[in-house]
């Protein structure tokens, strides 16, 4: 990289710790600010730029009307690739005067002029796709306008203390390109009008989410109106905005529907193909495996599940979010420790840790705003498709499947996917959250975290086994809610000949005795969950209260200080999260591992 950046008047070294650390007045080498500053916002848009593409693709929200706000975007973009392009014919213009600039200064303006082109094109392609505020771009922007304010300070840092401007023309192109992207960042915030031929809202009170902004939305401010008119009367049912179109009962189930159609023609069709392909050797051999049944679990997955690997996204990210602060919290404590420290240390630690928090709590909310969305529609679209199937099922059909089943597939079992459905990330996230809190614990208080570890490998046989009893009591609760519902159907469907004939007392004994057998496989049940719960929870305080002693124990030199005891607490408390939400996991999957 030093190769890249030259020398002579203009060149520099890429990292230079006297300039960048020890110091009291902190800068950056313009090679670091010309190379990995001013990359770091293009390896962003590029590496979104397949995924954005896909999605662009696949979006059908209508066609934009070129506006003033669009105009100006557009003429900012190639403002942005002209002032790049300018910087780029500077340096050959010095490179056939003999003046050899450093390479530096002839990728650069490259890579950032052809991310600033693709920037422009992509405002129009957003534009006819129907995109009225983009968040990819808004990103884009911002991390320019932030890679930008580095170069600014150092810029005039720099002129001030040497009395005069070492290269003019760069100079004024970079506060040129600097104000531009500022400008662009602006705008960007402000939301397209809507696409030309759009259908129009007849709804009497639509949900401002439909037509929120990419900065809305992340903040939640288009609710901002519903909570301070809670907060100043009691909210009625005419206040409730309506469901969003995506949300509505009609439009997940068709989704559904196609899906599960698409997987019995794809049955349909292997079976024709070895229907025609089938001779007699085929018979006389065996013939070929049968097609497999469509499954209504993969229904589920090819419908529901890109909506989930987007929310696995913000997950992972919020996961590896919560491992910075722990990380700083340690640099704060040496930093206290430390008189010798420049200030600056300090505040830029401090600074860091906010900025992490705010950014874990944006992304952990809208985690949950989707994930729990999606739980919804997926327990309207399981209803929906159940319901629909009960009204033109045939007698033959009836005759195998009860009322009481039906009714139980449309309450209990679409309930328990529901349920389920926010959990399924701690699958990958909780192992990812204990691997890094262990790895990091291991860094701190050395072998010693190994007895926390064992404790909790010694846990995982007595979860498991509290798991498999609580799926069998699960099942077996099904089976008699399946007989108690078929009963009263019979019961309410003959209560004319049980009023003739004086059987109430004697349906209302059976009745009652299923209940009862249902009532003690759930008490049963909840007094496994609860002793699974009651361990999960205690466990995050018994590993640290081993580990803590364990460490101290095993050597006289291991000394807990402030810094071991306050960043260990704190990747424990990281750790109990995962460890306490185990137990529901565990009881959700189990609950709902009989319904598909």
Not at 62 to 71: A, D, K, T
Not at 155 to 175: M, N, Q
Not at 222 to 250: C, K
Not at 281 to 291: K, S
């Amino acid at each position: 990289m030093d190769a890249l950046c030259g020398s002579g008047e203009l060149g520099s070294k890429f990292w230079d710790s006297n300039l960048s650390l020890h110091t009291d007045n902190p800068d950056l080498t313009p090679c670091f600010q010309n190379s990995l500053l001013a990359w770091a916002p293009c390896i962003y848009l590029w590496a979104a730029l397949p995924c954005y593409l896909l999605y662009l693709r696949r979006y059908h929200g209508g066609y934009i009307v070129l506006s003033h706000l669009c105009r100006l975007k557009t003429a900012l973009g190639a403002l942005l690739w002209c002032v790049s392009w300018a910087d780029l014919f500077y340096s050959f213009h010095g490179l056939l005067r003999g003046q050899a600039p450093a390479p530096i200064f002839l990728v650069t303006p490259l890579v950032v002029g052809l991310t600033m082109l693709l920037a422009t094109l992509l405002i129009q392609y957003e534009r006819l796709r129907g995109v009225q505020s983009s968040g990819v771009l808004t990103v884009f922007w911002f991390l320019c306008v932030l890679c930008a304010i580095v170069p600014f300070r150092s810029k005039i840092l720099s002129a001030v203390a040497e009395g005069r401007i070492s290269d003019p023309f760069r100079f004024t192109t970079f506060y040129i390109h600097f104000a531009l992207l500022l400008s662009a960042l602006i705008l960007s915030c402000f939301r397209e009008k809507p696409p030309l031929f759009s259908p129009k809202n007849i709804d009497a009170n639509p949900s401002p989410e439909t037509s929120a902004g990419f900065l809305s939305r992340l903040t939640f401010w288009w609710f901002t109106e519903m909570a301070i008119l809670g907060y100043r009367r009691p909210l009625e049912n005419g206040d409730l905005w309506s469901l969003n179109e995506n949300d509505r009962t009609h439009v997940v189930v068709q989704q559904l529907l196609e899906t599960w159609e698409q997987q019995k023609a794809a049955r349909c069709a292997a079976a024709f193909k070895e229907k025609v392909s089938g001779g007699e050797e085929e018979v006389l051999v065996g013939g070929q495996a049968r097609p497999r049944e469509p499954s209504f679990l993969k229904a589920l997955i090819v419908t529901f599940g890109p909506r989930y690997v987007i929310s696995s996204g913000f997950k992972l990210i919020q996961d590896l979010l919560a491992f910075v602060n722990p990380q700083l919290l340690s640099i704060l404590i040496q930093f206290i420790s430390n008189p010798s420290a420049p200030n600056w240390w300090g505040f830029l630690v401090a600074g860091l840790m906010f900025v992490c928090a705010v950014a874990q709590t944006v992304i952990l909310n809208v985690y949950y705003r989707q994930i729990f969305g999606e739980a919804l529609r997926l327990y309207s679209a399981v209803i929906g498709v159940i319901y629909r199937k009960a009204l033109v099922i045939t007698n033959s059909v009836k005759r195998e499947s009860t009322l009481g089943e039906i009714v139980n597939l449309m309450s209990v079992d679409s309930q328990r996917l529901s349920d389920v459905a926010p959990f399924l990330n701690l699958l990958w996230s909780a192992p990812l959250q204990i691997t890094l809190a262990i790895y990091f614990l291991w860094q701190n208080l050395g072998p010693s975290i190994l007895a926390g570890v064992a404790l909790m490998v010694l846990l995982i046989p007595f979860n498991g086994a509290v798991a498999m009893k609580m799926r069998t009591f699960q099942v077996e609760q099904m089976k008699l809610k399946d007989s108690r519902i078929k009963l009263m159907s019979e019961v309410l469907g003959g209560i004319k000949v049980l009023k003739l004939y004086a059987w109430e007392p004697s349906f209302l004994e059976q009745v009652e005795g299923i209940r009862k057998d249902e009532l003690q496989l759930l008490r049963k049940a909840t007094f496994l969950h609860a002793i699974s719960t009651f361990t999960w929870i205690c466990t995050p305080f018994l590993v640290t209260l081993i580990t803590f002693w364990v460490y101290v124990s095993v050597d006289e030199t291991n000394v807990l200080d402030a810094e071991k005891a306050f960043v260990s607490l704190t990747l424990f408390n990281i750790l109990k999260m995962p460890l306490s939400m185990l137990p529901k996991l565990i009881s959700a999957m189990v609950q709902a591992m009989p319904s598909p």
